[in-house]
């Protein structure tokens, strides 16, 4: 890939019916930055896509307003991930794209939820505020991003992660797993979807994996909190912990995505906890709803891990 400094914009349909799937393809997107439509390749893609570039689609006059699936075509050269926002005027999600391997390994990734709203005109992808990752020239190669309507609320979104080639690279945490015996008021909620009535005083334990790789892995949660502010949790494991901002979404049923930080797992690691943070100031009666925790190694054990500070997601009005 060679660098192209350059702006397009490209104006074409949407592929849709009233009430159906939408597809978003390159020739659809407006483009800002560096990015660029590479029509070469069949099918074409979204490449040179650097971390100040941006995509926009326009939503199409009559899409019905509601919640959301979004799934992504993409390569990524990488091994490393990185972090982006998808984003309408009503809500946001942000998402963990792990590394393909190389720019023609194409996967699908299905990364959260979004709302459209009837005053919601454009949604975006652009690299997340919250992102971590090395300094990689490009972010990765975009062929299709599809958005699937979702009965009634917004669901959880279990991610199929591409094959890495470090076993045990990514695992996930999910609320039928967890030990709840410690964490007063927390029960599992709509068909053992997501953790609520998380109180304050209560701690949530997960067992980890047999056979995870030891290492550094960044974490990412599937929430929603009704508070504006935001609270102050902890992640540990037996022998590392980092503390981490958590947005309040507006309400209970707005779920958003975030990597919140990384954590160190050692091999004599057995358990992960989450619980509020000794230096919490917030004054809500409830933590949040859980609907998953996800964990995606990142590489050797971190001398000093970081946890990142998420801006509020924008709440539906």
Do not use: C
């Amino acid at each position: 890939m060679k660098k192209f400094l350059a702006a397009s914009v490209i104006f074409l349909t949407f592929v849709m019916s009233a009430g159906a799937q939408i597809t978003l393809t390159p020739y659809d997107a407006r483009l800002i930055g560096d990015v660029r439509l590479e029509t070469q390749y069949n099918p074409a893609n979204i490449g040179y896509w650097t971390k100040q570039s941006v995509a926009t689609w326009n939503i199409p006059r009559g899409t019905q307003a509601g919640t959301y699936a979004v799934t992504l075509n993409y390569s990524r050269e990488y091994n490393s991930s990185a972090t982006i926002t998808v984003s309408t005027g009503s809500s946001s999600v942000d998402a963990t794209i792990p590394g393909t391997r190389n720019w023609t390994n194409y996967t699908s990734l299905s990364i959260g939820t979004v709302q459209i709203r009837g005053r919601d005109s454009t949604i975006s992808i652009a690299l997340s505020r919250n992102d971590r990752s090395p300094n990689d020239p490009y972010i990765m190669n975009l062929r299709q991003v599809i958005l699937t309507p979702q009965a009634n609320r917004p669901q959880p979104s279990y991610p199929s992660y591409p094959s890495n080639p470090q076993s045990g690279a990514t695992f996930g945490l999910w609320p039928q797993n967890a030990n709840l015996s410690r964490a007063p008021g927390a029960r599992l909620e709509n068909n053992a979807q997501n953790i609520g009535y998380w109180a304050k005083n209560g701690v949530v334990t997960w067992n980890i994996p047999a056979g995870t790789t030891a290492g550094a892995y960044s974490v990412a949660l599937n929430y929603s909190r009704q508070a504006q502010d935001a609270a102050r949790i902890t992640i540990a494991t037996n022998s590392s912990s980092f503390e981490a901002h958590l947005p309040g979404t507006g309400n209970f049923s707005l779920y958003t995505q975030r990597v919140i930080g990384t954590i160190n797992i050692s091999s004599r690691d057995s358990t992960i906890t989450i619980a509020l943070s000794r230096n919490d100031t917030s004054r809500d009666a409830y933590i949040m709803n859980l609907q998953w925790v996800n964990f995606t190694y990142q590489g050797v054990a971190s001398s000093n891990p970081q946890p990142s500070y998420p801006s509020n997601p924008q709440p539906s009005n």
